[in-house]
């Protein structure tokens, strides 16, 4: 089957979910939970095989742990499924309406997108994430996993179509995308079979869809997320939220990745800072004014500022003043999620008003940027542009909406 | 100035836009409007260069229309310039809120994108418009109109700019981008600079922004709207929609480009509608089955039904069911507003539900279909794509949003 008669048949799929009320839905997932459950022995051997291939390529550890499942993962899948049968749906909710003076009816309603296309790297749990999620928004999934985990995807798509079937629905709202790079730019040049694109990897993978694709779509994910201590903060519950961003879990997009310290308390706090991430094995990357307080202190080279580590290494910098924190953060911010720690109002909500990102933070944690925090019950990303959604996108963030306009004859003057 | 020059610049002014309250904007587009009034003169001269220019260069009657001002288009701009200070300001809205079990508290609060583009052609009166509702939603314009409306163009900015600096506000909030194909091309390629893209124009305008731009678009505008009359239809209801819809203003987007007859009333509707149409001076572009009914109809070219006459011609069918119905329509929509005259319960939902566009309507005229009849107050175009805003886009369609977590010192176990 060739990329365009797999996105016609999304397509078609896609009509048949739109029209899903809840309960036919939350049936299909857990028919593809039941399944997938059913399907381990094959998922695992599959994996096992991707694995294998991996460490022969000569793949890095880091790497191979993504990509590799075990009996906890499978599981983890398969509740996923479940706890998305749980969920309201938002399909059919009406966003807003009103009755003009001429009696003309109009309601905004929640309506699914209609075929999704999610690329993503070798973590294969994606791959029923993503798809239940779709599922559950009424969306058609067009899947674009890693070649690293080919026989994994193969296996768990296989399952959840079968899930699919026993319900009575189309297997073709759930395809893997299979082939070389060109389906990848098929995939992205498919506007008008395509109705959004969702990168969910890297920054090369983002923003290599970003740069190549004609289809919308959503980025997600890089997170160079700054904690500015303000002169006013309690330092006590700075140095927690410094510490719970930074090492509570370093690889994902909401972790912290640059410390910026106001002056007037830099020679008290700096010190008690780098104790604290040091007791916690961080590396701290220093401009001079932070490299003066410890010969721990690495020196921050010209980038620094502008990556996130994913890793137990954190960026510090002193600023003179709030406004100089927020400039700094202008200048290298990715847009994700900027924590200010103050007790002054004024200082927060000029922070607030001023850093432009899909989440500011005052007084705690960046951690909580995510949409299980949020309470949204799933997440396919967090959105770091400002078209359609920003900051974590749940199961709303999925849909698109449509007006009905109901009247019995109006016609325009 | 380059461009990148005018982009820093809006990106400067959008900072400041941000955090304005609503009477300092408010205030910002009266001074506008009265710089605007003050103006008129030269920007009546200027406009009579570009079109002796236009008429110099052998450019058609319709076009050098659109180009041309007059006193009353002026007090337009003015007008509208006025009408947007009256109207309530989108930023700052709380858009959702809660609090987490924790006590960590989100609110999701509206924010202007920052930087705007509009791509538009020779209306100069766009770019009092665009210009306006970039201001009131916060955010900078910068407004790549048509070289054949230069001069216009820039009588007009430069009042607008006189208006911003007269209440001490950066007059780089509104810019005109000035220079060859190159500059667009630039324009199109500032992801990171300008925060979205909207083009306002004909089909060939908007899909060359579609495919060429890496900065995210919002697709506006092509509307090939049907009208399906359903066998249980009000016949006399259906004629007056129908006449309504194609007649009452040929030239826009939400007019009516296809009418399509359910077979078991074709032998009883067609003849009325084909004289009723007649009667209005337009022409019927029908398949066999219509040509059947008068001499009159000139036979429907196999690409008739895909295109927006945008004038005095529609194109006609007879369909074999609402199904048919709903089938023609997938197969040739630009998902723009669709229209369906029924007493058939059943038949209105299947429609409602099945057809896949900004607009569904039921028995009331596709011209309803306007961010003016929605009493928006103001559109800056209807959106035809599934992301971000779809329908007419007002005030609050010209915003993103940013999520507002406040604590006292929260951590994520």
Chains 1, 2 share one sequence.
């Not at 994606?126 to 674009?144: E, F, M, Q, Y």
């Not at 319900?167 to 790079?181: C, H, S, T």
């Not at 160079?224 to 994902?252: G, T, W, Y």
Request: charged residues 20%; hydrophobic residues 45%.
């Amino acid at each position: 089957m060739t990329f365009e008669d797999q996105a016609r048949a999304a397509k078609r799929a896609a009509v048949t979910l739109a029209t899903l009320n809840r309960v036919a839905k939350d049936a299909a997932l857990n028919a593809m939970a039941d399944a997938l459950a059913d399907a381990e022995r094959s998922v695992l051997d599959a994996n096992l095989r991707d694995v294998d291939r991996a460490r022969e390529a000569g793949t890095s550890d880091a790497l191979i742990d993504r990509l590799r499942l075990n009996p906890q993962r499978v599981d983890g899948m398969v509740g996923g499924l479940r706890d998305l049968a749980r969920l309201p749906d938002p399909v059919g909710d009406v966003v807003r309406g009103w009755t003009n003076a001429n009696g003309v009816q109009v309601r905004q309603v929640r309506v699914p997108f209609g075929v999704v296309g999610i690329i993503y790297e070798a973590r294969p749990n994606v791959t029923a994430d993503a798809a239940g999620i779709c599922l559950k928004s009424g969306n058609a999934a067009l899947l674009r996993g890693s070649s690293s985990a080919l026989e994994s995807n193969r296996a768990v798509v296989q399952a959840l179509r079968a899930g699919l079937e026993a319900v009575g629905l189309p297997a073709d709202a759930v395809q893997l995308v299979e082939g070389g790079r060109e389906v990848t730019d098929e995939l992205m040049a498919a506007r008008g079979l395509v109705d959004v694109l969702i990168p969910r990897g890297g920054a090369g993978l983002i923003n290599a869809v970003v740069n190549g694709s004609k289809v919308p779509v959503i980025e997600t994910g890089t997170g160079n997320c700054h904690i500015f201590v303000d002169a006013s903060a309690d330092q006590a519950m700075a140095i927690e939220i410094l510490l719970n961003a930074k090492v509570q879990r370093p690889s994902v997009c909401n972790a912290a990745e640059t410390l910026l310290v106001h002056a007037a308390i830099a020679d008290e706090f700096v010190p008690k800072a780098l104790d604290a991430l040091a007791a916690q094995g961080v590396t701290v990357h220093g401009t001079d004014a932070v490299q003066r307080y410890s010969d721990q202190v690495v020196p921050a080279g010209p980038d620094e500022f502008d990556a996130e580590y994913l890793s137990l290494d954190i960026a510090a910098a002193v600023v003179d003043s709030v406004d100089a924190a927020i400039e700094h953060i202008r200048d290298h911010t990715t847009g994700h999620s900027e924590t200010i720690v103050t007790n002054d109002r004024v200082s927060a909500d000029r922070f607030v008003a001023q850093v432009d990102a899909a989440a500011v933070l005052v007084n705690a944690s960046s951690r909580f940027v995510d949409g299980g925090e949020f309470g949204f019950g799933a997440e396919i990303g967090i959105s770091t542009q400002k078209l359609h959604a920003r900051g974590p996108m749940g199961l709303a963030e999925m849909t698109s909406s449509k007006y009905i306009v109901t009247g019995d004859g109006q016609t325009r003057p």
